[in-house]
């Protein structure tokens, strides 16, 4: 990693910008970090879990998503949350989380009743 500079012009030296900034004002204020790198509390860092990399910044995530691509488009949910209607949430009463979205209990109910008439079928032949 090469270490970027800025220029102090009333003692007239170079001092380093934090890590993995492109282009700083001073010894703590990023303008541009890195490829790859957002600002996110004054620091250039790869966005963490629940943030997206946007321009310079690291934003946030829909609430209760831990991957997604902008503000309003999440494609994995926290721990605990599955996908209704689009968006993150404890799953609402009638449905039940199932991999990563709410599904409703009369669509689980109808698939085990499926499940278990096909394999009653497949034991008559």
Known sequence: MQVKRF???EESS???CIPHCNVC???TTCDT???GYGLLNDACVICPTGKYLTGTYCRSCPQHCDTC???NTCQVCSA????YNGECV???T??????TTCTSSTFLYSNLILFRLSSHLFKLY
Do not use: M, N, V
């Open 7 to 9: 220029l102090i012009s």
């Open 14 to 16: 170079l001092l380093d």
């Open 25 to 27: 004002t001073d010894a």
């Open 33 to 35: 970090c890195e490829a």
């Open 69 to 71: 691509t902008d503000s």
């Open 80 to 83: 605990g949350y599955g996908f």
């Open 90 to 92: 404890a799953c609402p």
């Open 94 to 99: 009638g449905t039940f989380l199932t991999g």
